[in-house]
């Protein structure tokens, strides 16, 4: 499980020194040296150094002509939000969740668990109960209501276009058991119904597979910007450079011409959904017969294959 446990929670890291990364960030980004960047902003080099050290709070008017200046996509104000001199704000998660209200879209990678905004309460919960170290109800319930505040996206006007690839591993493991996932197959294929969703599997039998460095997420941002996020275990990163934001691109298109077609995907949600009575990993339930029958759905005659189907384009070609 990742840092945040796939809930997508913050990880504690120093407030000001953390909101200095974020400026060095865009300034170094849009190739800006401290000394051409302070007369932009009307601050002196010395009070920029001082900033990305985390060795001071920015002045007054400091976020807003920075956001201008490096066109920051909103990323600057919204690690404002939660600047503070206390050791322990919260970290890249939140400030991606924050700014994920207003994407216009979004692109999302899941090897662990299913992504946050597809998962039911109860499964979230299952999640929490077996992470160690364990947490207090207070930390769940505040996880679980952010959690859940965060699904108004799938369903928010204007519209955001959301894409999700998701190993069929996560959707075989059963977090929470059968009756937890029979509730979390039915969520999904309404989720799916939505127009402004694409839901597709990564099979279990699937020699070529580029996703190998782990979950990733990709976000237009509400001005055209592009940003990806990826985390692990106890940490957690936003990635703004350009050419970094493109391999993300890159992998994730690549992803959508190896994995299951939507059509497929919506097929094995099914099969799996009636299959929940009986778990694979269960004495006698023919494991491997199972799987295999699971797998077959996108090598099927009537099924085309995925590296004939028209998704490798780019994240979002449909």
């Not at 991606?96 to 946050?116: F, G, H, I, K, N």
């Amino acid at each position: 499980m990742g840092g945040s446990r796939g809930m997508g929670m913050p990880v504690p890291s120093n407030g000001l020194k953390f909101f200095g990364a974020v400026v060095k960030i865009f300034r170094e980004r849009a190739g800006l040296t401290q000394e051409g960047f302070a007369p932009l902003v009307r601050f002196s080099p010395q009070t920029i150094a001082s900033i990305e050290q985390g060795r001071r709070f920015p002045p007054e008017g400091f976020v807003e002509r920075a956001e201008r200046t490096l066109n920051s996509f909103g990323v600057l104000k919204a690690a404002a939000k939660h600047l503070s001199r206390n050791p322990a704000p919260p970290n890249w998660t939140q400030i991606w969740a924050d700014m994920e209200a207003s994407a216009l879209s979004q692109c999302t990678y899941e090897c662990r668990v299913v992504p946050v905004l597809l998962q039911t309460e109860a499964y979230m919960r299952a999640i929490m109960r077996n992470t160690p170290p364990l947490s207090s109800e207070d930390q769940v319930e505040r996880w679980v209501t952010a959690g859940l505040a965060r699904q108004a996206l799938l369903r928010r006007e204007p519209t955001c276009t959301l894409s999700f690839i998701v190993e069929q591993a996560v959707l075989s493991r059963q977090i929470g058991g059968p009756s937890v996932n029979r509730k979390l197959m039915e969520h999904l294929l309404e989720c799916i119904e939505l127009p402004n969703v694409t839901f597709q599997i990564m099979p279990l039998w699937q020699p070529d597979h580029a996703g190998y460095d782990g979950p990733l997420q990709i976000m237009e941002t509400h001005d055209n910007g592009w940003l990806g996020y990826v985390e692990g275990q106890r940490f957690s990163e936003l990635i703004a450079d350009p050419g970094d934001v493109s391999t993300l691109t890159q992998r994730y298109a690549k992803m959508r011409s190896q994995a299951l077609s939507p059509d497929a995907s919506v097929a094995l949600l099914k099969q799996m959904r009636e299959k929940l009575a009986t778990p694979w990993n269960t004495p006698g339930a023919g494991t491997s017969t199972a799987v295999w029958k699971a797998a077959a759905v996108w090598k099927s005659p009537s099924t085309p294959s995925p590296r004939r189907m028209p998704y490798g384009s780019s994240p979002y070609a449909t």
